[in-house]
């Protein structure tokens, strides 16, 4: 290094002393300041202790030990010795004064050249005034800065020292190397730049420029950039010595994707305060409860995503006893540690109508610190939230500590536009691949199907049977399809229920518009994701609001509730259900619950449970009493259809089927008596419990009608509507045809249909009465004020497959409670119904 110098200054030399360098080489030097430039230079003995011999003087005119050039001025001189540096250093300080009108803003010179300089230690100071209110920035270009302790020098031994200016008062914002994070450094009022270079270093640029800006409003601001993984140390104003009183100060930081940054305090001490509390507050991306403010002496936030600053912030002191606040600190930045920087091809380009949000997943809010946890989109925009849109592809990458804290949810619409074209056609609904291999949970898929009105409805067949949630019998699988209408009006949607793989539910048909959420629940909906699927078709419209396919399986029970469950039943809605049972069991159809006692504002509510091979009916008004439990052999249907309930009087009907294998040798005749209801059943002559088992006799047509909702919305088909005179007077009237066992044969028609049928009317319940209703097939009944409990038997039903095939029931559970257990009953197998 000394050698390059020298060959600078050779040439000069040569021109004056051929063959002498050695004693001439510190002879010609000439530094010439122009006027008004605000430069001093001053050549003075080194801090350093001279070393031993000869001392060394400068000739300008006369021998010296120090030599002040002001600006104006311009000096010659030379150095006594041949290693002047050794004992001299030279500082260049120069006056930049913004208070008195425009002043120098840019990138700053070194002035004069370093080459028209001896070769001494120099430093050279720039020192900029300004307003109170002028924010001034140095800009450093690389290499950055990076900062030392007072007194820690630096491997080339060049240095930077900054201080600033609070009313008046020097402060000492930090020494800094060269080769570090530090690009910037924004003070006000004031700022003094020192850059030490030592005689041997060849820099002959500053490396920084001054701007000015609007008020920073605080003592500094530091930035420190990151461009990859690395640290930085950082220190409070003045450090070691305390930080100015009451006074914030704040760091910057710019970390890139996918880097993360960690903060950990390395020395602190806080002052002695009277009024307000020390405190450092951050700023960090993502964060919902910015600033995180934390005390010195808590854990500080780690893995970090994003950009973010710190501040610390000073209190007032005690007088007496100000003790001293100060802050050593790191900065840590690395990759994640915990997931790969993996980037995440999501190609929506061939799907429509389709979107995916990836989103923070709503947690609770503490003032505990949150790590910022980011999407990004081609691994440069990073946000909390992303949307992807259909027709494109993505790619996408994660930034976050923990991808826990996200999660996604997607909407595709399928909407039928030409009914004609869409009829019957049909489509999966299935969540692409590409969604499902994102390390991101998967929160809702959501399919809207949209069909023309009274054109279309829907049928959805699920890839494994479903499963109603229910609280008897709880989903249990890793995700569920939530099935809502998708009307105009989001809040008046019927919400048809939650549903889960595992059940006996093989179709769900659908009046209109539904949407189809597919939502997780957790991470093993991975395990489980082939068991998702479903398919929708367009068929034609149809006026229940739902129809459900059910096929029980022999193992379980299978618990089935209406559409809106707590809510209530919407007015006027019916809903059917298509109950399958297989010829070699016998299902017992058991109504568990009713949630609320329906009053009916107008119209009608009832419950009709048909046998699909006979057409075999029984109606119920669902503002008395529930059915008892029935057993039955053959398909059969549940239809539910709704009054318009009083306020309050909601329709909420919860059902269970079970089935256990038909009993096939037995011929047993029992009789049910039960109380008055028998009587009455007796004196009718209606009904003869008897049980004949005899599989191959098919049974007569049976042929019923309710007349309900006599507001249309739903009829039976092939059948005249009734007349709502009657029972707008009556609401306990209804319209119920008698059992065709006993009048049946005598409506069949020539051609096998059946001719209009004989329609009585009947009143329900008017009182304690507590017998049978005349309903075929007679069931032991209870008082009708008795709720049923899930376990009730149903007649001759045999819970457990491989108990007794027939029952001796105990009087108890027939006489409902009433404490009458005089009439001890053998009953069995109502369920071998009458013409089997
Ligand atoms: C010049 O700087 C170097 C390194 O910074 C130092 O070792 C030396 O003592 C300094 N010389 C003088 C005269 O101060
Ligand atoms: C400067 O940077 C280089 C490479 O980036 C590194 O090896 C070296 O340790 C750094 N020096 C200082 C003083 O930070
Ligand atoms: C600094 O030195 C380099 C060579 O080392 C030279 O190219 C450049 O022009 C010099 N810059 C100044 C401002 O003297
Ligand atoms: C910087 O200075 C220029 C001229 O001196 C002035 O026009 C400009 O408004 C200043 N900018 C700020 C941010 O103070
Ligand atoms: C600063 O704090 C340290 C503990 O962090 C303590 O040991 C030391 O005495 C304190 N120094 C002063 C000057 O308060
Ligand atoms: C700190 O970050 C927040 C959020 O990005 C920003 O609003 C604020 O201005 C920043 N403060 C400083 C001093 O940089
Ligand atoms: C993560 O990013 C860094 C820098 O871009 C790269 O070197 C490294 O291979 C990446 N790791 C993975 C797993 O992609
Ligand atoms: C994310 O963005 C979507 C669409 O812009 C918005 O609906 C959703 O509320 C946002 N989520 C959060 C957590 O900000
Ligand atoms: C879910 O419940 C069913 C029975 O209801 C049971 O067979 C199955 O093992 C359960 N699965 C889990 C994961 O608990
Ligand atoms: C179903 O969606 C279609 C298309 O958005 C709309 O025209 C129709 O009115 C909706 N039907 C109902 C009952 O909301
Ligand atoms: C009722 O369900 C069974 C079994 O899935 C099916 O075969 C039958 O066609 C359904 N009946 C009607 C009327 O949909
Ligand atoms: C029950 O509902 C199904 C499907 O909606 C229908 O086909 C059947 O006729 C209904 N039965 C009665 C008695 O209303």
């Given at each position: 290094?000394?050698?390059?110098?020298?060959?600078?200054?050779?040439?000069?030399?040569?021109?004056?002393?051929?063959?002498?360098?050695?004693?001439?080489?510190?002879?010609?030097?000439?530094?010439?300041?122009?006027?008004?430039?605000?430069?001093?230079?001053?050549?003075?003995?080194?801090?350093?202790?001279?070393?031993?011999?000869?001392?060394?003087?400068?000739?300008?005119?006369?021998?010296?030990?120090?030599?002040?050039?002001?600006?104006?001025?311009?000096?010659?001189?030379?150095?006594?010795?041949?290693?002047?540096?050794?004992?001299?250093?030279?500082?260049?300080?120069?006056?930049?004064?913004?208070?008195?009108?425009?002043?120098?803003?840019?990138?700053?010179?070194?002035?004069?050249?370093?080459?028209?300089?001896?070769?001494?230690?120099?430093?050279?100071?720039?020192?900029?005034?300004?307003?109170?209110?002028?924010?001034?920035?140095?800009?450093?270009?690389?290499?950055?800065?990076?900062?030392?302790?007072?007194?820690?020098?630096?491997?080339?031994?060049?240095?930077?020292?900054?201080?600033?200016?609070?009313?008046?008062?020097?402060?000492?914002?930090?020494?800094?190397?060269?080769?570090?994070?530090?690009?910037?450094?924004?003070?006000?009022?004031?700022?003094?730049?020192?850059?030490?270079?030592?005689?041997?270093?060849?820099?002959?640029?500053?490396?920084?420029?001054?701007?000015?800006?609007?008020?920073?409003?605080?003592?500094?601001?530091?930035?420190?950039?990151?461009?990859?993984?690395?640290?930085?140390?950082?220190?409070?104003?003045?450090?070691?010595?305390?930080?100015?009183?009451?006074?914030?100060?704040?760091?910057?930081?710019?970390?890139?994707?996918?880097?993360?940054?960690?903060?950990?305090?390395?020395?602190?001490?806080?002052?002695?305060?009277?009024?307000?509390?020390?405190?450092?507050?951050?700023?960090?991306?993502?964060?919902?409860?910015?600033?995180?403010?934390?005390?010195?002496?808590?854990?500080?936030?780690?893995?970090?995503?994003?950009?973010?600053?710190?501040?610390?912030?000073?209190?007032?002191?005690?007088?007496?006893?100000?003790?001293?606040?100060?802050?050593?600190?790191?900065?840590?930045?690395?990759?994640?540690?915990?997931?790969?920087?993996?980037?995440?091809?999501?190609?929506?380009?061939?799907?429509?109508?389709?979107?995916?949000?990836?989103?923070?997943?709503?947690?609770?809010?503490?003032?505990?610190?949150?790590?910022?946890?980011?999407?990004?989109?081609?691994?440069?925009?990073?946000?909390?939230?992303?949307?992807?849109?259909?027709?494109?592809?993505?790619?996408?990458?994660?930034?976050?500590?923990?991808?826990?804290?996200?999660?996604?949810?997607?909407e595709k619409i399928f909407s039928c536009m030409d009914h004609r074209y869409c009829l019957r056609k049909s489509y999966p609904l299935q969540v692409p691949r590409d969604i499902?291999?994102?390390?991101?949970?998967?929160?809702?898929?959501?399919?809207?199907?949209?069909?023309?009105?009274?054109?279309?409805?829907?049928?959805?067949?699920?890839?494994?049977?479903?499963?109603?949630?229910?609280?008897?019998?709880?989903?249990?699988?890793?995700?569920?399809?939530?099935?809502?209408?998708?009307?105009?009006?989001?809040?008046?949607?019927?919400?048809?229920?939650?549903?889960?793989?595992?059940?006996?539910?093989?179709?769900?048909?659908?009046?209109?518009?539904?949407?189809?959420?597919?939502?997780?629940?957790?991470?093993?909906?991975?395990?489980?994701?082939?068991?998702?699927?479903?398919?929708?078709?367009?068929?034609?419209?149809?006026?229940?609001?739902?129809?459900?396919?059910?096929?029980?399986?022999?193992?379980?029970?299978?618990?089935?509730?209406?559409?809106?469950?707590?809510?209530?039943?919407?007015?006027?809605?019916?809903?059917?259900?298509?109950?399958?049972?297989?010829?070699?069991?016998?299902?017992?159809?058991?109504?568990?619950?009713?949630?609320?006692?329906?009053?009916?504002?107008?119209?009608?509510?009832?419950?009709?449970?048909?046998?699909?091979?006979?057409?075999?009916?029984?109606?119920?008004?669902?503002?008395?009493?529930?059915?008892?439990?029935?057993?039955?052999?053959?398909?059969?249907?549940?239809?539910?259809?709704?009054?318009?309930?009083?306020?309050?009087?909601?329709?909420?009907?919860?059902?269970?089927?079970?089935?256990?294998?038909?009993?096939?040798?037995?011929?047993?005749?029992?009789?049910?008596?039960?109380?008055?209801?028998?009587?009455?059943?007796?004196?009718?002559?209606?009904?003869?419990?008897?049980?004949?088992?005899?599989?191959?006799?098919?049974?007569?047509?049976?042929?019923?009608?309710?007349?309900?909702?006599?507001?249309?919305?739903?009829?039976?088909?092939?059948?005249?509507?009734?007349?709502?005179?009657?029972?707008?007077?009556?609401?306990?009237?209804?319209?119920?045809?008698?059992?065709?066992?006993?009048?049946?044969?005598?409506?069949?028609?020539?051609?096998?249909?059946?001719?209009?049928?004989?329609?009585?009317?009947?009143?329900?319940?008017?009182?304690?009465?507590?017998?049978?209703?005349?309903?075929?097939?007679?069931?032991?009944?209870?008082?009708?004020?008795?709720?049923?409990?899930?376990?009730?038997?149903?007649?001759?039903?045999?819970?457990?497959?491989?108990?007794?095939?027939?029952?001796?029931?105990?009087?108890?559970?027939?006489?409902?409670?009433?404490?009458?257990?005089?009439?001890?009953?053998?009953?069995?197998?109502?369920?071998?119904?009458?013409?089997?």
């Amino acid at each position: 290094m000394a050698g390059l110098n020298c060959g600078v200054t050779l040439p000069l030399l040569g021109v004056l002393l051929l063959g002498a360098v050695r004693l001439t080489r510190g002879a010609a030097f000439e530094i010439g300041l122009p006027y008004g430039s605000g430069i001093t230079v001053s050549i003075s003995p080194g801090a350093s202790p001279l070393p031993p011999g000869k001392p060394c003087y400068i000739f300008s005119r006369k021998m010296a030990t120090s030599l002040v050039i002001k600006s104006g001025e311009t000096k010659g001189f030379s150095f006594s010795c041949l290693n002047p540096e050794n004992y001299f250093v030279i500082e260049i300080l120069r006056n930049i004064d913004c208070m008195a009108g425009p002043c120098f803003f840019g990138e700053v010179q070194l002035q004069p050249p370093t080459s028209q300089l001896p070769t001494l230690n120099r430093t050279f100071i720039w020192n900029v005034q300004a307003h109170k209110r002028i924010g001034l920035e140095l800009q450093f270009s690389l290499p950055r800065l990076r900062q030392i302790e007072p007194g820690d020098s630096c491997p080339d031994g060049v240095t930077h020292s900054i201080s600033g200016r609070v009313d008046s008062t020097n402060v000492k914002i930090g020494t800094f190397c060269s080769n570090g994070t530090v690009s910037r450094i924004k003070m006000q009022e004031g700022v003094q730049m020192a850059l030490h270079l030592p005689w041997f270093h060849p820099r002959n640029v500053s490396g920084f420029s001054i701007a000015n800006r609007s008020s920073i409003k605080r003592l500094c601001i530091i930035e420190s950039v990151f461009e990859g993984e690395g640290s930085a140390t950082l220190m409070s104003a003045n450090y070691p010595l305390g930080f100015p009183e009451d006074e914030l100060m704040t760091w910057q930081f710019v970390i890139p994707p996918p880097l993360r940054a960690s903060v950990s305090f390395l020395r602190f001490n806080v002052s002695n305060c009277e009024r307000k509390e020390e405190r450092v507050e951050y700023y960090i991306p993502g964060s919902t409860t910015n600033p995180e403010v934390f005390k010195l002496a808590d854990k500080q936030p780690g893995n970090m995503a994003g950009n973010f600053n710190l501040s610390l912030q000073g209190c007032d002191q005690d007088a007496q006893n100000p003790g001293i606040l100060r802050l050593k600190f790191e900065v840590l930045v690395q990759y994640p540690q915990h997931e790969s920087n993996v980037s995440y091809v999501v190609d929506l380009s061939h799907e429509r109508a389709m979107s995916l949000s990836i989103e923070p997943r709503p947690g609770r809010q503490s003032r505990r610190f949150v790590p910022g946890c980011f999407v990004c989109l081609e691994s440069r925009t990073c946000s909390t939230n992303l949307t992807l849109t259909a027709g494109s592809r993505h790619r996408i990458s994660f930034l976050c500590d923990d991808l826990t804290r996200l999660w996604m949810n997607a909407e595709k619409i399928f909407s039928c536009m030409d009914h004609r074209y869409c009829l019957r056609k049909s489509y999966p609904l299935q969540v692409p691949r590409d969604i499902l291999q994102l390390p991101v949970q998967l929160h809702d898929f959501s399919w809207k199907l949209l069909v023309p009105n009274d054109r279309l409805s829907l049928a959805l067949v699920p890839a494994q049977k479903l499963q109603q949630h229910t609280q008897e019998r709880l989903c249990n699988a890793s995700f569920s399809y939530l099935l809502a209408g998708a009307g105009a009006s989001p809040g008046q949607d019927l919400y048809f229920g939650s549903f889960c793989p595992g059940g006996a539910i093989q179709q769900i048909q659908v009046k209109q518009n539904i949407s189809v959420t597919l939502r997780t629940f957790g991470p093993s909906f991975r395990q489980e994701v082939s068991r998702q699927g479903l398919t929708v078709s367009f068929i034609p419209y149809f006026k229940e609001e739902g129809v459900f396919e059910v096929i029980p399986d022999t193992k379980s029970k299978v618990y089935l509730r209406t559409p809106n469950w707590e809510r209530g039943l919407p007015a006027l809605a019916s809903v059917s259900w298509n109950i399958s049972v297989p010829s070699d069991q016998v299902a017992c159809l058991t109504f568990v619950k009713e949630r609320t006692g329906l009053v009916c504002q107008t119209g009608r509510a009832f419950l009709i449970v048909q046998e699909q091979s006979s057409a075999a009916e029984e109606v119920f008004s669902l503002e008395e009493v529930l059915p008892k439990p029935s057993a039955h052999h053959h398909n059969f249907w549940v239809n539910i259809s709704n009054c318009s309930p009083a306020s309050g009087k909601q329709l909420d009907l919860l059902f269970q089927v079970s089935l256990s294998p038909r009993t096939v040798d037995l011929t047993v005749i029992l009789i049910a008596v039960v109380g008055g209801g028998a009587l009455l059943l007796f004196a009718l002559g209606l009904i003869i419990c008897f049980v004949k088992k005899n599989r191959k006799k098919k049974r007569n047509k049976a042929l019923a009608v309710g007349v309900y909702n006599g507001n249309g919305n739903t009829q039976m088909p092939m059948q005249p509507k009734f007349p709502k005179a009657p029972k707008d007077i009556d609401p306990h009237v209804y319209a119920v045809i008698e059992d065709t066992m006993v009048y049946g044969h005598l409506l069949q028609g020539s051609n096998g249909s059946f001719v209009q049928p004989e329609v009585d009317t009947y009143r329900p319940f008017q009182g304690p009465v507590g017998d049978c209703p005349p309903s075929p097939p007679p069931i032991c009944s209870r008082a009708p004020t008795l709720k049923l409990a899930p376990e009730d038997p149903c007649p001759g039903f045999s819970p457990e497959p491989e108990s007794e095939p027939y029952t001796f029931s105990h009087p108890a559970k027939c006489s409902g409670g009433d404490g009458n257990t005089d009439v001890p009953l053998l009953h069995a197998h109502e369920a071998e119904q009458p013409g089997e």
